[in-house]
């Protein structure tokens, strides 16, 4: 294997759900069709009725008022946590669990040592994903 190859996937992992049929494939083809002649009807009964601004400039005036409010309360919040706790001295140490990958593969790996090294290989195969540090030569 070339040097420059070794860094390309040796191929796609495999698929986890199966393809979807002709009749799923039609069935949502539908579903998005009538959400869109849903929307474009309810929009053709706002357009025809007659323009009444009133809930819209009430709806303005409060958002007006409750959008500085809310800010003000939540900073007011914050300033009492600082009073109570002082300053932070740093982020909260949080683990992550990373055991299973989003496509449900199993994931193995010495994070430590993965940590620290500069060069980290990744290998699926049919059993999960291998995380581990490349060999140096």
Not at 11 to 17: A, F, L, Q, V
Not at 44 to 51: D, N, T
């Amino acid at each position: 294997m070339a040097s420059a190859d070794r860094h390309l996937p040796r191929e796609y992992p495999e698929r986890h759900s199966p393809p979807l049929t002709l009749l799923q494939k039609v069935g949502h083809f539908l579903m998005v069709l009538a959400g869109w002649v849903l929307f474009i009807w309810m929009w053709s009964l706002v357009v025809a009725r007659p323009w009444d601004s009133g809930p819209l400039l009430l709806l303005l005036v409060l958002s007006i008022i409750a959008a500085p409010l809310i800010t003000l309360l939540w900073i007011f919040h914050n300033m009492g946590i600082y009073k109570r706790k002082g300053p932070r001295k740093g982020m909260r140490e949080v683990k992550p669990v990373y055991d299973v990958d989003w496509t449900g593969r199993e994931v193995t790996a010495d994070w430590d040592a993965l940590s620290r090294s500069r060069v980290i290989v990744i290998e699926i195969d049919e059993f999960g994903k291998n995380y581990r540090v490349a060999s140096t030569r």
